[in-house]
């Protein structure tokens, strides 16, 4: 069996403009709570890290362990399969299990989450008081506020903890090759590097539905040039070397300070 590699993608969920304009709705104005989740999806982003398997294999355990569902199976391989193939976010159609109690069903659905290292959420379908639960109440309503379908897609801690571990996993790999590759050849080069890839990702975090993790590891990044610019590069190169490191280090600090200047509110906007 091959090896199974939960993946992590980030993809777009929503636009923030479009929360913009929503907060802006006489609705949101009249509803407290409905106000307060329009901020918390402007304070995450618009998009979230999708966590999937690096192949289709990653299915096959449910053969033996849920054999009542083989037709389910294959064809949520398919689906699999090419998402993995066109590096894409695994999207199924929504699915409804019929069979009689005790065949498996809520198992089955427990260990679909496990195999495709994605969250899990149970919800009876008893304790439904109506609809809106699941999808939400219309935002025009008094105490309108999203439905799990929605909070999960907003707020999916476990899987938002599993695709940070997994982004800030692969970037400090992408850092240590860096300075495997840099470092002997000339020590000031990795500091460059690492003083470009952490501008790149602050503006990049400026962007509409970027995500806050970018300016925190851009920041992060940052530390470590100054860092390594005080106590590596000072005492490892000559002086002329040193101000021309100094000045391709200020300058690109200077134009991430200036793109992360607040945007100048146009008269629409006012």
Request: charged share 20%; hydrophobic share 50%; aromatic share 8%.
């Amino acid at each position: 069996m091959d090896t199974v590699i939960p993946l992590a993608g980030l993809q777009p969920i929503y636009s923030v403009a479009e929360v913009d304009r929503a907060l802006e709705d006489g609705a949101a104005k009249r509803n407290e709570g409905l106000r307060s989740w329009y901020d918390r999806m402007r304070e995450l982003g618009g998009s979230r890290y999708i966590i999937k398997p690096s192949t289709s294999a990653a299915l096959d355990d449910l053969y033996a362990t849920s054999p009542n569902f083989h037709a389910v199976i294959d064809d949520l391989r398919k689906h699999l399969a090419l998402a993995v193939a066109g590096h894409e976010a695994v999207q199924f159609l929504p699915m409804l299990l019929l069979g009689e109690p005790g065949l498996g069903k809520t198992y089955f659905a427990k260990r679909l989450a496990q195999a495709l290292a994605t969250g899990y959420e149970f919800v009876s379908m008893s304790s439904l008081t109506a609809g809106w639960v699941l999808t939400g109440a219309s935002a025009q309503w008094h105490n309108a506020r999203p439905g799990k379908v929605a909070q999960t897609l907003i707020e999916d801690p476990a899987e938002r903890r599993q695709g940070i571990v997994l982004a800030i996993a692969a970037y400090l790999t992408a850092l240590l090759v860096l300075w495997r590759a840099l470092e002997p050849v000339w020590p000031p080069l990795v500091t460059t590097s690492y003083a470009v890839l952490g501008a790149v990702l602050l503006v990049l975090s400026r962007r509409e539905g970027g995500n806050p993790m970018l300016r925190q590891l851009g920041g992060a990044t940052m530390l470590v040039v100054v860092a390594r610019l005080l106590l590596v590069d000072l005492s490892s190169v000559e002086t002329i070397w040193r101000v021309l490191l100094f000045l391709v280090i200020g300058a690109v600090f200077l134009y991430t300070g200036q793109r992360l200047q607040p945007r100048p509110a146009v008269d629409g906007e006012k």
